[in-house]
């Protein structure tokens, strides 16, 4: 049973919170403004920068009871996702300074009753067995480096999270599963049907220890190298995906339901992220209206 759609914050600058307001009105609430109306989104995953608490507060002061803040996202570890090595790197290490240390992020998000937090399974692994999870927390996993390989290093982990008394789960990202050079390289749609077949297997040659939550992450936008392929001209591709997604959704791949849906609507610019503007504003509002549509059609929102 999906109980939950969410959006990622980074939609309308990573820094959401601070940069909640542009010109006066609400970044995030001009681009959800369908779907928040329809009360189709249960609320948003938050990125987990520095400053966190100040920023959760002045969510909730914009937002009140019509979009929650259901989990925070902190760092991802400094491994490069795959593509260009050096340059994500760089901007992986850039930002995971930018975010509020682990240890810490678990710490403070203790008092906070129904907000999850979220980690990629690098930064989890290694040194990270030394942390302490606050109990009860809902902790999330996501894949981080390409392949299904990756994939299944990420349900080890959330079981022995697990074995430990953590209340983990498992998040599919499943641009980084395919990897940017095959987002890329035009080669898209043969890439995502074999995506299907090899979860699918996944599925029936990897069986959990015991049942774990699922969710899934659905980027789109037109950083080409972190994003599905969801703005084609025709909506063919878009269909295709939304509806393989729906499939995900009722278990077809996880073999039980999928918990959340984290969808995340990226900018045009990684510069966008930390400085919005009216006209990124206006292109991501475009952008999710087809998308919000075609979801809706997909049985996936609404
Ligand atoms: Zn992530």
């Not at 990622?8 to 542009?22: I, M, P, V």
């Not at 090899?198 to 029936?204: D, G, I, P, Y």
């Not at 939304?242 to 990684?270: H, N, W, Y």
């Amino acid at each position: 049973m999906l109980r939950s759609v969410e959006f990622s914050t980074d939609a309308a600058g990573a820094a959401a919170g601070t940069l909640l307001n542009l010109n006066g009105y609400s970044v995030l609430g001009e681009i959800y403004k369908p779907a928040i109306a329809d009360g189709c989104i249960n609320g948003v995953e938050m990125i987990g920068l520095r400053g966190l608490p100040q920023r959760m507060e002045e969510f909730k002061r914009s937002f009140g009871d019509r979009l929650e803040i259901r989990c925070v996202h902190g760092r991802t570890g400094n491994l490069p996702t795959s593509g260009d090595r050096s340059k994500t790197r760089i901007i992986l290490q850039t930002a995971n300074t930018l975010m509020v240390p682990t240890q810490e992020l678990l710490n403070g998000i203790k008092g906070y009753k129904d907000v999850a937090v979220l980690f990629h399974r690098p930064e989890l692994d290694g040194s990270g067995s030394k942390l302490i999870f606050p109990e009860n927390k809902r902790v999330w996993v996501e894949n981080h480096t390409e392949g299904i390989p990756e994939l299944k290093e990420t349900v080890v982990l959330v079981e022995d999270l697990r074995e430990r008394g953590v209340n983990a789960g498992v998040i599919i990202d499943f641009c980084h599963v395919i990897g940017s050079v095959d987002l890329q390289n035009g080669r898209f749609p043969d890439r995502w049907r074999n995506l299907m077949d090899q979860l699918k297997n996944f599925r029936k040659e990897f069986k959990p220890r015991e049942p774990i939550p699922w969710g899934i992450h659905v980027a789109w936008g037109t950083e080409p190298s972190d994003s599905l392929p969801l703005t084609d001209k025709t909506g063919k591709v878009r269909q295709e995906i939304l509806d393989d997604i729906a499939v995900v959704i009722d278990g077809e791949i996880t073999g039980m339901p999928i918990e959340r849906v984290v969808f995340e609507c990226q900018s045009e610019k990684v510069a966008d992220l930390f400085i919005p503007n009216k006209a990124t504003v206006g292109q991501l509002t475009d952008r999710f209206g087809v998308i919000y549509e075609d979801c809706q059609e997909a049985g996936i929102l609404g």
